[in-house]
């Protein structure tokens, strides 16, 4: 059975920062795009940040600088380092991986994604 499973959400002031991680187990994901996405209520969920086999990275225009990701192979995750969060960064955040052939850090989106995690919330305030 294929799980991915957050940890590390929770709350935190204005300009603090959180430490998200997902642990994969049931296949390897070592030759896949993974990623963060998040979704506050009512809205759609949305790319955060992904990261390739290779190491390479994507961020969104509202995170880049502020967020970090990274991947550890040989433990089966993938991790969200986020500093100088702003009330805005508050929503239900999701490890996800993308199995496609062609899966790259700049297709990767909701629809293409195949594994999604639980969710993990993260509620900043002001």
């Known amino acids: 059975q294929v799980q991915l499973v957050e940890s590390g959400g929770g709350s935190a002031q204005a300009g603090g920062s959180l430490r998200l991680s997902c642990k994969t187990s049931?296949?390897?994901?070592?030759?896949?795009?993974l990623g963060w996405f998040r979704q506050a209520p009512g809205k759609e969920r949305e790319l955060v940040a992904a990261?390739?086999?290779?190491?390479?990275?994507w961020y969104s225009d509202f995170v880049k600088g502020r967020f970090t990701i990274s991947r550890d192979n040989s433990e089966n995750t993938v991790s969200l380092q986020m500093n100088n969060l702003k009330p805005e960064d508050t929503a239900v955040y999701y490890c996800?991986?993308?199995?496609?052939?062609?899966?790259?850090?700049?297709?990767?989106?909701?629809?293409?994604?195949?594994?999604w995690g639980q969710g993990t919330q993260v509620t900043v305030s002001s």
């Open positions: 996800a991986a993308d199995t496609r052939v062609t899966a790259t850090i700049r297709t990767m989106t909701a629809s293409s994604v195949d594994y």
């Open positions: 049931g296949r390897t994901f070592s030759a896949d795009v």
């Open positions: 990261i390739s086999y290779g190491y390479s990275t």
